[in-house]
């Protein structure tokens, strides 16, 4: 993944009510996260690539966090498949940045789906917020991209 600039966000990005979006490839099977850099009435700034740069710097270092609180969260009928779920790769689904939010700068939001009984799927999603480069919480949801959605709006509220 290459590094941002303001620049290519104004050039490449679309621009969504108060955040730009793009959607960006991520690995080799050319899986892909949203992304969106979200801003309040100062619009893109030098902190928003600043914080993306670092997280993709330290992306496999969140994601190894985020893969074992993941395993501390399987359910009973998760541990019996503790082997399966831990051959299944993490996804990572939308990566928000923000610089009004007091709490966090960035939420990743990451999925492992499996199968559960014969054809229906099961998806485990964790919600990870993260301050300054520190993880500050992790959280199981049962719809992470609903949750998201809610958390974004009460902030800007």
């Known amino acids: 993944m290459e590094t941002l600039t303001t620049e290519k966000i104004k050039r490449n990005f679309m621009l969504i009510n108060s955040a730009y979006f793009y959607e960006i490839i991520y ?5 892909f996260f949203d992304l969106y850099l979200t801003f309040g009435t100062k619009g893109i700034s030098e902190n928003h690539t600043k914080t993306y740069n670092d997280l993709i710097e ?3 270092g969140y994601l190894t966090k985020i893969s074992e ?3 501390s969260t399987y359910s009973n009928s998760e541990k019996k498949k503790t082997d399966e779920l831990n051959k299944i790769k993490l996804s990572l689904s939308v990566v928000e940045i923000s610089d009004y939010n007091q709490e966090f700068d960035t939420v990743i ?5 499996y199968k559960y009984f014969g ?3 099961k998806n485990i999603g964790i919600r990870t917020e993260i ?3 520190r ?3 992790m959280e199981r949801k049962s719809d992470t991209l609903k949750e998201n959605k809610k958390n974004v709006l009460q902030h800007r509220i």
């Open 27 to 31: 690995d080799e099977n050319r899986r």
């Open 58 to 60: 330290n992306l496999n």
């Open 69 to 71: 609180y993941i395993k």
């Open 109 to 113: 939001i990451c999925e492992k789906e």
């Open 119 to 121: 054809i229906f799927k």
């Open 131 to 133: 301050k300054n480069g």
């Open 135 to 137: 993880i500050i919480s």
